[in-house]
């Protein structure tokens, strides 16, 4: 069983809570018996000491620094190409403008040398298909000529007729 007094030979417990007694009717306890109610010591405090950031505060602080810096270099130089993009460009615009029209020209004249290719191979096809029975019947009737001309200059013979 619980005795109270197990706490009264504790130095420095300043509290006067430390000496409350339950009363005989509540709750069932003897009255010897006392509630045990402690106090926690307070260190003294010392003054912090701290001189200057720490490492990480810093290390952070430097980060979002360099940060910044980076971001406004980056704006500015967007800025400064951004204006002298736009002076060039007006500069540049009358030369530019007659460069694309001399583009659209010259693509103009090949779409139009392919079509005339386009029609040159047509034709061209159709020359072939109607002169190569023609070709081979010339080449055939040059083989029998020179048949013959063999047939006849191994029998050299010579008639004459009048009719």
Request: hydrophobic content about 45%; overall charge neutral.
């Amino acid at each position: 069983m619980w005795n109270g007094n197990q706490y009264n030979d504790r130095q420095g417990c300043q509290s006067p809570l430390t000496t409350l007694r339950f009363s005989v009717g509540s709750v069932g306890a003897s009255a010897d018996q006392m509630l045990p109610i402690t106090t926690v010591r307070k260190a003294k405090e010392q003054p912090e000491t701290r001189v200057g950031l720490s490492p990480t505060a810093t290390l952070m602080l430097a980060s979002q620094l360099l940060i910044v810096m980076v971001l406004g270099i980056m704006v500015f130089t967007i800025a400064y190409v951004s204006w002298n993009a736009r002076d060039t460009a007006h500069y540049y615009y009358p030369l530019m403008v007659e460069g694309a029209n001399h583009t659209l020209e010259m693509l103009r004249h090949g779409h139009q040398s392919s079509a005339s290719l386009e029609a040159v191979m047509a034709q061209s096809e159709a020359m072939a298909v109607q002169s190569i029975p023609e070709m081979i019947d010339s080449v055939n009737k040059t083989h029998e000529m020179v048949a013959r001309m063999q047939a006849v200059s191994q029998n050299p013979v010579i008639k004459l007729s009048m009719a």
